[in-house]
DNA sequence: CCATATTACTAAACCGATTTATGTTTCGTC
DNA sequence: GACGAAACATAAATCGGTTTAGTAATATGG
């Protein structure tokens, strides 16, 4: 003569339950659950009584009871480097649109490149139990990282991936947009090109640069050593770089940048300077960032699409965990394009004041 | 003689448990939870030797088994508007932050302004189980709002909330910094005002436009309708109203802005048509986005610290739950200040080009 | 008409923790 | 040496679901 169920004090309400949608339709929990799961051999005429019961009862499903038992938290971590950089919120917009669609939910973690915060976002990704983790940060970091390879957490990288049984890597096509770049200042007229890296110790700025180097050889062009500047992906970086670009004697015609961060630095500098872009200088930058369209001049880039990097990255994770909907690969390529608008033009003739 | 825990399909190799833990640390089961939940009955020498276990074997404790039976789940939702909106992002942060110091998790959900959307986002945070929701929206949108407050689930507004027992309100002393604003420019010698309003259905909006609005009568000064403009807190906002502005037959010698986006926008329209800043016209923002410092000229705006928003906003969340850190306020002040940069300066003599 | 297959349920085990009730051991104390 | 307190072990209930094994009802077939 136990009684069974006796929680709540009385005063405390309980919270709505899946038993209490079963007695409300009047079956047992299992149909409730197999309805919800739409598990195929339930009634149609039972089925819509439970989900009458369900609405009325306003009833939502509790998610971490849903995660324990099935062994899937429907959870993935976005690790991103710094989420003020306007380039992530609108990564981390593509990844919660297909998010949303799968019925996924994201954990964000913000290095701010600083390895202890990576720490920090990888333990709190794998005590919520994530299925797979974005790393997003165009790094490696491979020591703080293997807390997850050890537990076989899938993961996708950008560029470059230490290598794993379930990673995956996104591999951005630099190569195309930039040579689009190139060719569109060659077909200008323009032979001195000059172009800003990003911090050199990423892989994914080195692809860049060397993207860079390769296009401009293929058109006969070797830019001078003096042309080539290393900033560090932030508008500071941009202004430093083009500042001490503008010491030089001699001038490009044109500057590529390694993001558009890079780039609208450098045309602040370049408007400080009284050059104009593009009549004294062009300039190109790379991701094709919305605010890429509303500096002046609205600037021409390399669009790296947003969207299909999230959305390659959401499908490389998704794939290593239900395998049936897509053939695991290791490598998503994603595309890059040039996009003109008004930061390029003609070179002038001669390069620079005085000489 | 019945086995009772027989899982693992003797193949696939099972997670790590508590009781592995315990098992490795010749302790209870129940004494492995108290010496993690820092029980303080656990006798020192045997605790550390649990702790010795846990990093031996690398365990974390699964957070949603934890969160099941404690029946807290250690998440905090976090609705915003647009996270491509560079406010946002930098709110983000400021909770971030917050959120790992108490060792909380948060769910960000991005409306873009679309109920539909910001349904879908108030679905995750209930089946997610979330214990409080910050709607950083600067709207209230209560129809959809309501299946949170029924389930009595404690929330924060800016501005304006719904009334409701477990709801705070962050209040942002606008007046105070825009205050500041118009006594600096009616210090340099304005005395012709515009304002660029944000999207008049918000209340915040309309909160800094009155705010704009006394603080000149203050100065005896009454800007006549066609110098208050409706933008709507995007930089294309701003461009169309400065555009709109510049229509005008007289111009006034200072503009300010509902928010830097607006301003910025102000700043490329003006730059465009060949006025000079603060030359020609002087411009002040408001928020103190990090971008407010980069653009041409820096812009002189109002601060309001997301991070203030962020932390107090946290605070008031967890006020509701853990009611013995802080008297529950329902009012929580948020303060604003100005920071001059180099958007403002003295007005010209004669307001305008002919006449 | 009875055996077997199929269908649509229900009852119960289970996920990995917390927490409580009960039992045991080890002390210190008188 | 007996007693009570403190600290731990053991076992079981619980959180809110999923899932498997079992069962009752109906259909099929010989």
């Known amino acids: 003569m136990i009684k069974k169920r006796s929680r709540q004090k009385s005063t405390e309400k309980k919270r709505l339950d899946i038993r209490d949608v079963a007695r409300h339709a009047r079956v047992s929990i299992a149909t409730v659950s197999r309805t919800i799961n739409k598990v195929p051999t339930v009634d149609k005429e039972l089925a819509k009584r439970v989900w009458k019961a369900i609405e009325e009862l306003n009833y939502f499903p509790n998610t971490q009871a849903r995660a324990l038992v099935s062994g899937r938290s429907r959870l993935f971590g976005l690790l991103i480097s710094e989420i003020t950089n306007p380039f992530f919120p609108e990564l981390i917009q593509g990844f919660e649109d297909v998010a949303i669609e799968h019925n996924y939910e994201i954990l964000i973690g913000s290095t701010n490149y600083d390895p202890q915060r990576m720490e920090i976002c990888i333990r709190r990704m794998i005590e919520r139990k994530v299925e797979g983790v974005a790393v997003m940060t165009f790094g490696i970091e491979e020591p703080l990282l293997d807390e997850l390879v050890s537990r076989n957490i899938p993961m996708v990288f950008v560029d470059a991936a230490p290598p794993s049984e379930n990673v995956s890597t996104l591999v951005v096509d630099y190569h195309h947009g930039i040579r689009e770049g190139v060719q569109h200042l060659a077909a200008l007229g323009h ?165």
């Open 191 to 355: 032979r001195k090109l000059g172009f800003i890296s990003g911090p050199m110790h990423q892989r994914s700025c080195q692809l860049r640069r060397s993207a860079f180097l390769s296009s401009a050889e293929e058109i006969g062009v070797h830019p001078p050593d003096v042309w080539m500047l290393e900033g560090n992906h932030t508008l500071e970086g941009g202004m430093k770089a083009m500042e001490l670009l503008l010491q030089q004697k001699e001038l490009p015609t044109a500057v590529m940048c390694s993001n558009d961060m890079t780039a609208i630095g450098a045309l602040r500098v370049l408007a400080k300077a009284g050059l104009r872009v593009p009549e004294d200088i062009s300039v190109i930058g790379f991701d094709d960032i919305h605010l890429a369209e509303f500096v002046y001049p609205p600037l021409t880039t390399v669009r790296m699409s947003r969207n299909d990097l999230a959305r390659a990255a959401f499908s490389a994770l998704r794939s290593h965990i239900e395998p049936v909907h897509a053939h695991t690969k290791k490598i998503w390529p994603v595309p890059t394009r040039l996009t003109v608008r008004q930061s390029t033009g003609y070179p002038r003739k001669n390069a620079r004041k005085g000489r």
